[in-house]
C-alpha cells in the first residue's frame, strides 16, 4: 500500500510539472507584458530595465526554474492590474470560493445520495419517476441560466434573497467567513444551489444506477434470504458497495465545482477566485491567470489523491491484495 | 421424526404474466420434506426446480407469483402472512443456500459481521452471544481456526470454504428446513462431495429437513433420501432414490438416467433424450413430455398428463414402465 501512495504521489507531481509548463508558457505566448505595465509614455529605457527587473532576458529554462521555485514557496509575482502580489490577492479571495464549493459540494453529495437511494429503492413508484425526470432538467440546463431564474424568482419576484454578493462577512484574520451573519448565509443561499444542482442530479443518477446492479447480485438475495431487514440490505449491504464509484465520479466532481465555480461567480458576482480569474483575463492579467491554474490542479490532483486512499479504506479487497499477497 | 412434515407444498402453480401469455414454470407441485430427510429435486434448466424453492422461501422475482396451492411449514400455512412476518421466517424458519459462493457473500463485511447480524436479527442474544455462536457456526461447517477466520473478508477464503460459511450463514439462526439451490455446480469435484457430506452431517445431526436442487444425478444419488424429478414445471416422478435411480417409472427419468456416466457401466455409449425441453410458452398440448417419449400413445398426445395424487402416486405417466421395460434409443 506505501508502495502504491509513493507511485501516485510522483504521478501527482509529474502533472503538477506539466501544468506548471502550461501555466508559465502562457507568459510567453499571451502578448508582452511590459507593453502593459508601461503606459504610452515609455522609453527604451523603461523598458530594458522593467524586462532585466522581471528577469524576462533570461533563457526560457531558467525562467520556468525560477518560477517554478517561486510558485512552490507560493510567491506568484506581482499581479499586473493591482501591482500587489498575486498569492495575497489570492488569499484574500479563497475563502469565499471555498466556502460556495463546500456547502454546493455537501449539498450535492447529501441530496444526490439520498434521492439516488430513494429513487432506486422505490423505482416503480411515481414520486421516484417524477424526482427522475425532474433530474433530466438539472443534468440539461446550463449552469448560467439555473443562477439567472433563480435570481429572478427569489430576488426580483419574491425578493427573499440577495442577487449578488456575499453578505456580510466576519474577518477572523486568515479567513473571512459569511457562515456567522444572516447576511452572509442568506446570500449563499443561490449560489450554492446554482453550482451544486447539476452535481447533485450527476450523483444521483449515479447512486441510483449503481444501488440497482447492487440490489440485484447474489449476496443481496441470500441477505434476503437470511431475514435481514429491508433497511439494513439497502443501507447496510447495498449501499457501501455502491460508494467505490461513487467517491471517484464526486472526487471529479468536487473538483469540476471549484472550476465550475467561474461561472456562477460571474452570474452572482460572488468575490471569489472565479471572478478574480475572469477579471484576470479581461485584463491579460497572466500571473494571476497562471496562479489559478496552478491552485486548481492542486487541488485536482489533491482530491484525487485522497479518493484513491479512499478506496483502501473502503474495500477491503485492494487491502489484502497489497499488504498479504493475495489469499 | 414427527408425523408432520417440516415442509408441505400442495399443488402450488406459480405463473409470470407476459406480453405473450401468462406461463407457468411450476405447475401443480406437491411434495413433503420430512424432519432429518434430504428431498433431492432434479431437472434440466428450467424445468421450475430453482423457481419451486424460491417460491417456498417467498423470493420470488416480480412478476412471477403465486397463484394457488399451500405452502406449509410445520402444518402452519404462510401464503397471507405479512410481507415483515415472512421476513422473520426466512434465516429462523427455512434457510437457503445459493449455487455460487463466490458471489453470495458480501465483499465488504466480514464474516462475522454477516453472522452475527443473522444471528442478532432472529435469536434473542446478545452482541457477545451472538460472536461465540458465530464461530460455533463456523467451527459445526469445518472452518479451521474459526476464531481468527471470523474477523476474515469472503476473498480470503477458497470458493470452498466460502461455500462452507455460507451454509454456515444459512443455518447459523437453527432453521426447520434448508433448501440447497445447485449448493455445487459453481464447485471443484472434490469439493463438491465435501459439501455433499458435510450438508448430509448437518441433516442427520440437527434433523434439519433439506431440499436439494441440482441437476446432479450423481449428487442426488449421493445424498438424498427420496427425490423429486421436475418437468416443464411439473413433477414427473417422486420416490425414494433408490428406487427412482434403479427403476424409474417415468420415461423423462428412465432417459435422465440412461444419459447419465456411471463408472459401472464401462465405456457404453451414452444415450440421449431427443430434443430439448420445450419453452414454457410453447408447451405441447397433452403430455408435455409426449414429443421426446418414445412411448407415447394418442391418449398422451391429447390428454395432459395425469397429476401425482392421481395415478399412483411415483411417476406422473398414463403408461408408467414396468421393470421389464428398458429405454432403448
Known sequence: ?327 | MTDTPVLSVRDLVVEIPTRHGVLRPVDNVSYDIHAGEILGVVGESGAGKSMTGNAVIGLLDRPARIVSGEILLSGQPIQGLKRDAIRKLRGKKMGMIFQDPLTSLNPLLTVGDQLTETILEHLKVGQTEARKRAIAALEEVGIPAAAQRINSYPHEFSGGMRQRVVIALALCAEPDLVIADEPTTALDVSVQAQIVALLKRLCRERGVAVMLVTHDMGVIAEAADRVAVMYAGRLAELGPVREVLTQARHPYTAGLMASTPLASQGRKRLRQIPGSMPRLGALPTGCAFHPRCEFAQDKCRQEPGPTLDRCDGRAACWFPLTAKQEVSA
Open chain 1, 1 to 327: 500500500m506505501l508502495a502504491y501512495i509513493i507511485r501516485r504521489v510522483a504521478q501527482s507531481i509529474l502533472v503538477l510539472f506539466v501544468v506548471g509548463l502550461v501555466a508559465f508558457s502562457m507568459f510567453r505566448f499571451v502578448g508582452d507584458p511590459i507593453d502593459n505595465m508601461l503606459g504610452q509614455e515609455r522609453t527604451q529605457a523603461d523598458i530594458e530595465r522593467l524586462r532585466e527587473q522581471l528577469g524576462l532576458d533570461q533563457p526560457f529554462v531558467v525562467q520556468y526554474w525560477r518560477f517554478l521555485e517561486q510558485a512552490v514557496q507560493g510567491n506568484f509575482g506581482l499581479s499586473y492590474r493591482q501591482g500587489r502580489p498575486v498569492s495575497e490577492i489570492l488569499i484574500e479571495r479563497l475563502p469565499a470560493t471555498l466556502e460556495l464549493a463546500f456547502v454546493s459540494g455537501l449539498m450535492a453529495l447529501a441530496g444526490g445520495i439520498a434521492l439516488g437511494i430513494f429513487t432506486a429503492i422505490r423505482r416503480r413508484g411515481l414520486s421516484a419517476n417524477i424526482i427522475m425526470t425532474a433530474s433530466l432538467i438539472g443534468v440539461s440546463l446550463p449552469t448560467f441560466l439555473i443562477g439567472i431564474l433563480l435570481i429572478y424568482l427569489f430576488s426580483v419576484e419574491l425578493g427573499w434573497l440577495p442577487s449578488f454578493g456575499r453578505g456580510e462577512v466576519t474577518d477572523l484574520g486568515w479567513w473571512t467567513t459569511g457562515f456567522l451573519t444572516e447576511s452572509g448565509l442568506k446570500a449563499l443561499i443561490l449560489p450554492a444551489i446554482t453550482l451544486g444542482l447539476y452535481q447533485m442530479t450527476l450523483i444521483m443518477r449515479l447512486v441510483r444506477t449503481e444501488m440497482l446492479e447492487v440490489l440485484r447480485m447474489d449476496y443481496i438475495r441470500f441477505a434476503r434470504a437470511r431475514g435481514i431487514r429491508e433497511r439494513a440490505i439497502n443501507f447496510r449491504h447495498a449501499l457501501k458497495n455502491t460508494l467505490v464509484p461513487v467517491i471517484t465520479i464526486t472526487g471529479l466532481q468536487l473538483g469540476s465545482i471549484i472550476a465550475f465555480a467561474i461561472i456562477t461567480e460571474t452570474v452572482f458576482q460572488w468575490p471569489g477566485v472565479g471572478l478574480l480569474f475572469i477579471n484576470a483575463i479581461q485584463f491579460v492579467d497572466i500571473p494571476v491567470m497562471a496562479a489559478y491554474l496552478m491552485l486548481i490542479s492542486v487541488m485536482f490532483v489533491g482530491i484525487n489523491l485522497i479518493v484513491d486512499m479512499l478506496y483502501f479504506a473502503i474495500d477491503p479487497r485492494l487491502r489484502a491484495d497489497r499488504t498479504q499477497g493475495g489469499h
